[in-house]
């Protein structure tokens, strides 16, 4: 990785390289001394010398006791400052193969005794046995209790009898096969949150919750069975509530029925496979996020033959669902749809009807090799299709001519809606070259654009002549041979990360890229790289900004294949004298686009609002709606045109003034 240039131009107003050392000399002092403040403050207040305190004058503290190898929680002094945490926890993801962390076990009478804090954290811990009076003297201000256990012994929950100011308690690993009045939750008035996570608990007691007044509700990886309906229909106020890697398969009849406020609703990674008629009866006008990922429903039915009239979010990836066309149609403010890896080989173009509001669209790790025409016309305001890793065929199948395995990206698939599109991705996929930069070519409105890992050998000449847009390339694990200066026309003043990575490019032009006036990232590591005197350029601009960044050799890796003498050594090893060309080496030139570039972006600017004011229209017409909603909607068409159109103008107005 490297960064391109030295110099900026904000509005007028040019940033040397000086300048911008200077104001990165201030930020860096500024965030040092904001450290200093933040580390030390005051640090006659901390209560203990074996953790570090966090201290500010303006904010709350942190007492932090993190991988210090603890077996036991340290003595503390009686201070008079309040603090937000003190945590025991660990960075580590496993804490059996963590030698750094904690290992506290056991929480003795009046463990925290002294302290005036807000939130204790002793996940990644190992806690076997917890006094009755471990929290004394903690009670008034704690609100926030997180433990976690050995997997072995139970939990005392008389030591957080007295803990009425609690909102928020997370229980994990602990031995608590059934949830019961031994668990009793009903002294706890101020909880808001409570999360119970790897706890053995195969049964949960009707009336557990009955007199709690939870807002948010986590139950993950127990081996329960089946649906706890009665229980859960007990915490009416419920906003959000989560019941995650369990073995439930059957989602019952008016699971829901009473619980009028919930807007989250996550389901994942269960064993799911029937949805009764009326399973999610009461919440059609609620939820507003639904997961049903890592499940096996086979389909959808009981979801799409109701209507969600506040439904933003729906997950369904890792499902062997069958798809038909419609299917999401009572879904009117959808905006977030995620469907990978549920074996759909077919985009139908009336898949998505009625997704007006489409933003992200999810669709990696399917088995398509067919798009329908227009298959995204009824999703006007799509900004994010993912499409990554599609089919993955089996070695026999590899033999198989690309044609036959490759993606179909006919431009009829993407119909009228390449206005909206900013964010694509097609990475590990086979695909047709030519028909993968006619595809591209009509996305004019791209913000990021990937294409790693899709066995494409070059770039077409100016497929990106209209991408003003475009800030984040993707080229990288790819079979590229050699890199021309029309392959990134229209770039020049967009472009600000480019992943060359991983191919097999000789030699890189210095011109090719020199009007790239926003080019910050350059990914070049993994080439075939000729050291020669066409890369003086490169060599020149590494040398200089090691003054600036001392890991600008690490960042770009650019390591020699050719010649001989310089094999496998790092490009800011060399000498000037080493990069040497034969005699008869003639130097090539790059030839300008600037007319061509300016003349386009102007046509595109009228091509671009009539193709929006048509695919939304047509959208509108495909509708249902009463005539003052159909007016106001045709009105908020037309002002959105013509913002754009002024927006277009002043940005074309710009360019041109950078290019002359």
């Not at 104001?23 to 010398?49: E, H, K, S, Y």
Request: hydrophobic share 40%.
């Amino acid at each position: 990785m490297m960064y391109l240039t030295d110099s900026h131009t904000i509005g007028r107003k040019t940033w040397t390289k000086e300048t911008d050392i200077s104001r990165g000399v201030f930020c860096l002092m500024t965030c040092i001394l904001c450290l200093l403040d933040l580390v030390l403050g005051n640090p006659t207040v901390c209560p203990t010398a074996q953790c570090a305190c966090l201290v500010t004058l303006s904010k709350m503290g942190i007492i932090n006791c993190r991988d210090l190898r603890l077996n036991q929680v340290p003595n503390f002094t009686d201070v008079e400052t309040s603090f937000y945490e003190l945590t025991f926890s660990s960075s580590a993801m496993v804490k059996s193969t963590c030698s750094w962390c904690n290992n506290i076990t056991h929480l003795p009478p009046n463990s925290f005794r002294g302290l005036r804090v807000r939130r204790i954290d002793l996940t990644k811990n190992n806690i076997s046995n917890i006094s009755n009076s471990a929290f004394d003297g903690v009670q008034s201000e704690l609100k926030e209790l997180l433990l976690e256990g050995d997997g072995v012994h139970s939990f005392n929950s008389r030591s957080i009898e007295g803990l009425n100011q609690l909102t928020l308690l997370h229980l994990e690993n602990f031995h608590i096969p059934h949830l019961g009045p031994e668990i009793n939750f009903a002294r706890l008035t101020e909880l808001k949150q409570l999360v119970l996570k790897r706890t053995k608990c195969a049964s949960i007691d009707n009336r557990t919750f009955a007199f709690l007044r939870l807002e948010r509700l986590h139950l993950v990886q127990m081996p329960l069975t089946s649906f706890p309906v009665v229980p859960i229909l007990e915490i009416q106020y419920l906003r959000e509530l989560e019941i995650s890697q369990t073995q439930i398969s059957r989602l019952q009849s008016d699971s829901f029925v009473n619980l009028t406020q919930l807007a989250s609703l996550i389901l994942s990674h269960n064993h799911l496979r029937f949805l009764d008629v009326g399973a999610f009866n009461g919440l059609y006008d609620t939820l507003e996020n639904l997961d049903l990922s890592g499940n096996r429903l086979e389909n959808i039915e009981e979801i799409s033959l109701r209507n969600w009239t506040k439904l933003q979010s729906l997950q369904l990836s890792s499902n062997s669902i069958t798809l038909s066309p419609g299917d999401f149609r009572n879904m009117p403010v959808l905006k977030y749809l995620h469907l990978g890896y549920c074996n759909i080989k077919v985009v139908y173009s009336s898949l998505f009807q009625g997704l007006r509001l489409l933003y992200h669209l999810d669709l990696s790790q399917n088995t398509i090799l067919e798009i329908e025409p227009m298959a995204f016309d009824h999703t006007p305001m799509l900004s994010d299709l993912i499409m990554h890793s599609q089919r993955q065929f089996t070695l026999q199948e590899q033999h198989l001519p690309s044609s036959v395995r490759a993606l179909n990206l006919s431009t009829d698939s993407i119909g009228r809606n390449h206005f909206s599109l900013t964010n694509l991705n097609l990475e590990h996929n086979v695909l047709n070259e030519t028909q993968l930069w006619s595809f591209v070519g009509k996305l004019t409105n791209l913000k990021s654009l990937k294409l790693s890992r899709t066995n494409i050998t070059s770039i077409q000449n100016d497929v990106f002549i209209n991408h003003h847009r475009l800030v984040s390339l993707d080229l990288s694990q790819n079979q590229i041979f050699s890199i021309d200066s029309a392959g990134f026309h229209g770039l020049e003043f967009s472009l600000s990360s480019l992943d060359l990575s991983y191919n097999n490019i000789k030699t890189i032009q210095e011109c090719i890229f020199q009007n790239f006036s926003k080019l910050q990232l350059f990914f070049l590591q993994g080439n075939n790289w000729m050291c020669d005197c066409q890369l003086t350029w490169l060599f020149d601009w590494i040398k200089t900004r090691l003054n600036d960044d001392p890991f600008t050799c690490h960042d770009t890796d650019v390591v020699c294949k050719a010649p001989p003498t310089l094999l496998n050594r790092s490009l800011c090893d060399v000498t000037p004298r080493e990069l040497e060309c034969h005699a008869d080496y003639k130097q090539s030139s790059c030839h300008s686009n600037n007319f061509t570039f300016i003349t386009n972006r102007a046509s595109l600017v009228t091509s671009e609002i009539g193709s929006f004011i048509a695919v939304n229209k047509t959208s509108l017409n495909n509708e249902i709606f009463d005539k003052s909603a159909s007016k106001r909607l045709y009105a908020d068409i037309y002002i959105t045109a013509v913002s754009v159109l002024l927006f277009r103008l002043f940005e074309l107005v710009n360019d041109s003034n950078e290019m002359c």
